[in-house]
């Protein structure tokens, strides 16, 4: 079945280490997104990608990268610039504009 | 900049009974609107999408419509069953892309058996 995948489900970060979460998609879809929900928040933009080797800065950008080497994958990385890391991380993609996301079931980080 | 506002009080009701959630934007005119559910440690599930220029739109138990001229939008599920509890999220394109989506904070759905 096409869908997304995110790993890991949890995600435990030290303090002044850099954490990488995987997406990886099969829907042969254009563009991802990686959101953050904090609780009882909705979802904002970290980053997204519109087509591989190309992405744009989204609302909350800052103490975050990201990587489009493939159509597959987009890859977040959550850098010791961001002071905050503690949140819902959710991977999305979409066919392309004004169409429907496809989310994965989110990694969950935590500092230790 | 835009700003799209859910009722974030949990909605409360009877099995058998319809749901109506509200979703309120400003400053600006989305050309399209999606609804989407959200179970918790889940990821949101697309729904449904109503373009502008429809009033309503429908998909068995489920009912959206979109007026322009209020800024609003209404989603209704009929018949409501304790399995449709959940949070429900409407989203709007972003004025500067179409391949961004700005999302409410959701309003979360208990439908009592």
């Known amino acids: 079945d096409g869908g997304i995948t995110q790993s890991p489900k949890y995600l435990f970060r030290k303090e002044g280490q850099n954490v990488t979460l995987s997406c990886e998609q099969n829907l042969n879809h254009d563009a991802m997104y990686w959101y953050r929900q904090d609780p009882g928040q909705g979802l904002r933009l970290i980053y997204y990608s519109q087509i591989v080797n190309d992405f744009q800065k989204g609302d909350i950008a800052e103490g975050y990268s990201v990587s489009r080497e493939k159509k597959e994958s987009f890859p977040l990385t959550v850098t010791s610039a961001q002071k905050n890391p503690t949140a819902f991380y959710l991977c999305?993609?979409?066919?392309?504009?004004?169409?429907?996301?496809?989310f994965g079931d989110g990694t969950r980080l935590s500092i230790l | 900049s835009q700003k799209i506002e859910q009722n974030s009080e949990a909605l409360n009701i009877q099995e058998g009974k319809t749901a109506t959630l509200t979703c309120n934007y400003t400053n600006y005119s989305p050309a399209y609107l999606q609804w989407y559910r959200q179970d918790p440690g889940r990821g949101p599930v697309f729904l449904l999408l109503i373009r502008e220029n429809e009033k309503e739109k429908r998909k068995e138990r489920l009912k959206v419509t979109f007026d322009t001229t209020l800024k609003q939008s209404l989603f209704h599920i009929t018949a409501s069953q304790p399995a449709d509890s959940a949070t429900y999220l409407c989203a709007l394109d972003g004025v500067d892309s179409s391949y961004k989506l700005i999302f409410g904070s959701g309003t979360r759905l208990l439908v009592r058996p």
């Open positions: 999305a993609s979409t066919r392309g504009q004004n169409q429907p996301q496809h």
